[in-house]
Nanobody, 120 residues
């Protein structure tokens, strides 16, 4: 069994900052990539940022220069530092892990989501 547990969401004023964390636990052989996605009401889930095991990062255009993704491999944790937040960043943020489990191959897991609300 694998679990992803997110934390750090909340309510913040426009221009403020939040830091999200996501810890992966369970029977994991290797994590290939971890990332953050978000879904606002009425919208599809979209990629925010992803980081690979080789530390390659990729960001949505809408967050470039404002958000930073990082990871601690030993702790199986991924972070999302969000600065200069805008009301349009309001969404439920989901952690995702692309990983390998022995005997089961490559699998994708999701966290339960954490709400981020940015007031104007």
């Amino acid at each position: 069994q694998v679990q992803l547990v997110e934390s750090g969401g909340g309510l913040v004023q426009a221009g403020g900052s939040l830091r999200l964390s996501c810890v992966a636990s369970g029977s994991i052989f290797r994590i290939n990539a971890m990332g953050w996605y978000r879904q606002a009401p009425g919208n599809q889930r979209e990629l925010v940022a992803v980081i690979t095991s080789g530390s390659t990062t990729n960001y949505a255009d809408s967050v470039k220069g404002r958000f930073t993704i990082s990871s601690d491999t030993a702790k199986r944790t991924v972070y999302l530092q969000m600065n200069s937040l805008k009301p349009e960043d309001t969404a439920v943020y989901y952690c995702n892990a692309e990983l390998v489990r022995l005997g089961r191959g490559n699998l994708s897991y999701w966290g339960q989501g954490t709400q981020v609300t940015v007031s104007s």
